[in-house]
């Protein structure tokens, strides 16, 4: 008699058990290497510790994930996405994202309003691509306190920017030539006047550390997080914020639609937004926090790039309507390649 009501106690614990164990974990689509290593060690560590749910990753390439979500649609593979500000945008243009609720998400109420995107994509933090350069390699009279500097041609041959995305020297030529984003054409003849000064276009992050550790282009259009990366690794790079500003970069969070575990992907993302998450982010990659308040070192928040205070939001940053980037991509990619990467 002991035996059947011990074996039906654990027929009922299986039965029990069962559903709860498979939905017991979130699944978040990221980026590979060092960007899911900063996930899992600042945030996937506390939410777990936290709900005792497992975080598990699908990794890919920003545009390859896009893609594959498209295909998806309506069963995502993931409940969270993790993209840039742009592209978050044609992720909610194709309906592949959940409405938001920020009340579900006490700490969204310390974002900064930049890092507000849209309805379905918030920020999880910030860098810049701005200018990072060699001093031992440059002429010591540039100090590039103005993205005008790029233009001197004493730095003819010397110069490097990414292939994959000219939106921050296509925004800067047009705001030096007294437009904008938005009427960019106004700094296209501004842009031609830089092609002398270029050496290489570069490829990935990878790319473009090796072209500058090596002094092959001792000045480039950089990721301010790689610059923050190559100093660690010895790399005597200067990393400056011109007088204009940086051109701003923001990585996002959202939840699919169809996720099965909403409630758990809005404590995931309410994780995120802590303030001493935020600071273990800056600390650990030099990201600036999305919210105010965060807890970052004085050595870290002092870093060209990082930002901690609403007027450095304000003054600091060129931001590219995000909505306006997502649609012109595909034209300042075409125009780039044609007229600056073509020999």
């Given at each position: 008699?002991?035996g059947?009501?011990?074996a039906l ?5 299986a039965?029990?058990?069962g ?5 017991e974990?979130?699944?978040?689509s990221t980026?590979g290497?060092?960007f ?9 560590s506390?939410?777990t ?5 497992e975080?598990?990753y ?9 893609n594959?979500?498209k295909?998806?649609?309506?069963s995502?593979?993931s409940?969270i ?10 992720y ?9 609720d920020l009340s579900?998400?006490?700490?969204a109420?310390k ?12 920020g999880a933090w910030?860098?810049?691509y701005t ?5 031992d390699l440059?002429p010591?009279n540039?100090?590039f ?11 003819k041959?010397m ?6 995305d000219p ?11 007294g ?5 960019w ?6 842009l031609?006047?830089l092609?002398p ?18 002094g092959?282009?001792?000045?480039q259009?950089?990721l ?15 990393l400056?914020i011109?007088k204009?500003g940086?051109?701003l ?5 959202a939840i699919m639609?169809g ?10 993302i309410?994780t ?7 600071g273990?982010i800056?600390?650990?990659k030099?990201g600036?926090?999305?919210?105010l308040?965060?807890k ?36 300042w990619r075409?125009?780039?390649?044609e ?5």
């Amino acid at each position: 008699m002991n035996g059947k009501i011990v074996a039906l106690g654990l027929v009922l614990a299986a039965f029990v058990a069962g559903p709860a164990s498979a939905a017991e974990k979130l699944v978040v689509s990221t980026w590979g290497g060092s960007f899911r290593d900063l996930i899992a060690e600042a945030i996937a560590s506390k939410f777990t510790k936290d709900t005792g749910v497992e975080v598990e990753y699908i990794t890919g390439g920003t545009i390859d994930r896009l893609n594959k979500a498209k295909l998806a649609k309506g069963s995502p593979e993931s409940d969270i996405t993790f993209t840039t500000a742009h592209v978050g945008w044609l992720y909610a243009n194709d309906d592949l994202f959940e409405t938001l609720d920020l009340s579900k998400m006490p700490n969204a109420s310390k974002l900064v309003p930049q890092a507000k995107l849209s309805p379905y994509h918030i920020g999880a933090w910030a860098y810049v691509y701005t200018i990072g350069y060699r001093p031992d390699l440059t002429p010591k009279n540039i100090n590039f306190s103005s993205w005008a500097d790029l233009w001197n041609p004493e730095l003819k041959g010397m110069l490097a920017a990414p292939d994959f995305d000219p939106s921050h020297i296509i925004a800067v030529s047009a705001l030096l030539a007294g437009g904008s984003p938005a009427d960019w054409q106004k700094g296209e003849q501004k842009l031609l006047a830089l092609k002398p000064n270029f050496k290489a276009f570069y490829t990935n992050d990878a790319n473009s550390q090796q072209l500058i550790a090596t002094g092959e282009t001792p000045v480039q259009i950089m990721l301010s997080m790689n610059a923050y990366y190559m100093i660690a690794q010895g790399v005597p790079i200067k990393l400056v914020i011109p007088k204009e500003g940086g051109v701003l970069g923001i990585d996002t969070m959202a939840i699919m639609k169809g996720s099965k575990n909403r409630e758990l992907a809005e404590k995931f993302i309410n994780t995120a937004l802590d303030p001493e998450v935020q600071g273990k982010i800056a600390e650990l990659k030099k990201g600036s926090p999305t919210v105010l308040g965060a807890k970052v070192s004085p050595e870290t928040a002092k870093l060209p790039g990082v930002f901690t205070t609403a007027e450095q939001w304000d003054k600091e940053t060129i931001i590219i309507d995000h909505k306006l980037r997502a649609e012109k991509t595909a034209e300042w990619r075409k125009w780039f390649s044609e007229n600056m990467i073509a020999k």
